[in-house]
């Protein structure tokens, strides 16, 4: 097969014909695997199949969409027992930001979700599944530091709690 493939490539002028990549993400539910948009792209898309059939296509972009494998990670975010994906968009010095795309049982795919996404860039976040609380930590500098403490409220995330300590 690979060898038709680079004779097609060979005699059309085209760059070889891309094979969408598997990736290693454990889910019950679908397999993952990391294609380019086209064959003169850069950019990759996320593909989510059910057996055979892929049912979604998620754009990549920023460190996901140079290195996929580690930057793609399943888990339930919004406490509803289905698992989403957190998928980096850009990487800090300490913290990272993510998109977060919700599974949809409805519709059984997954959904971007800007708020939570804005909302969560650039700090510290720890999903606590005990309390279904979302906790964010941030630095400002040396001397200031801040916690928040975020609930569901009906599907909705909202502020429950703000705590600064600054240190002088």
Same mark, same amino acid.
């Given at each position: 097969?690979?060898?038709? $493939?680079?004779?097609?490539?060979?005699?059309?002028? !085209?760059?070889?014909? =891309?094979?969408? #990549?598997?990736?290693?993400?454990?889910?019950?539910?679908?397999?993952?695997?990391?294609?380019?948009?086209?064959?003169?792209?850069?950019?990759?898309?996320?593909?989510?199949?059910?057996? !055979?059939?892929?049912?979604?296509?998620?754009?990549? !972009?920023?460190?996901?969409?140079?290195?996929?494998?580690?930057?793609?990670?399943?888990?339930?975010?919004?406490?509803?027992?289905?698992?989403?994906?957190? $998928? =980096?968009?850009?990487?800090? $010095?300490?913290?990272?930001?993510?998109?977060?795309?919700?599974?949809? *049982?409805?519709?059984?795919?997954?959904?971007?979700?800007?708020?939570?996404?804005?909302?969560?860039?650039?700090?510290?976040? *720890?999903?606590?599944? $005990?309390?279904?609380?979302?906790? #964010?930590?941030?630095?400002?500098?040396?001397?200031?530091?801040?916690?928040?403490?975020?609930?569901?409220?009906?599907?909705?995330?909202?502020?429950? *709690?703000?705590? !600064?300590?600054?240190?002088?």
């Amino acid at each position: 097969m690979f060898n038709l $493939i680079l004779l097609v490539s060979l005699l059309f002028d !085209t760059e070889f014909l =891309t094979v969408p #990549t598997p990736l290693k993400i454990h889910d019950v539910r679908f397999r993952y695997s990391v294609d380019k948009k086209s064959n003169n792209s850069k950019d990759q898309l996320l593909l989510v199949q059910s057996g !055979t059939k892929v049912i979604q296509q998620i754009p990549l !972009t920023g460190p996901a969409g140079k290195q996929p494998d580690g930057e793609i990670i399943l888990k339930d975010v919004n406490f509803d027992g289905e698992a989403d994906l957190m $998928i =980096t968009r850009d990487r800090g $010095i300490v913290n990272n930001a993510y998109n977060y795309w919700l599974y949809d *049982k409805r519709t059984k795919k997954f959904a971007l979700n800007r708020e939570l996404s804005n909302e969560l860039a650039g700090y510290e976040v *720890k999903f606590d599944s $005990i309390k279904h609380q979302v906790i #964010t930590a941030n630095r400002f500098g040396c001397c200031e530091h801040q916690w928040k403490t975020y609930r569901y409220i009906n599907q909705q995330l909202k502020l429950v *709690k703000t705590k !600064t300590e600054k240190n002088t």
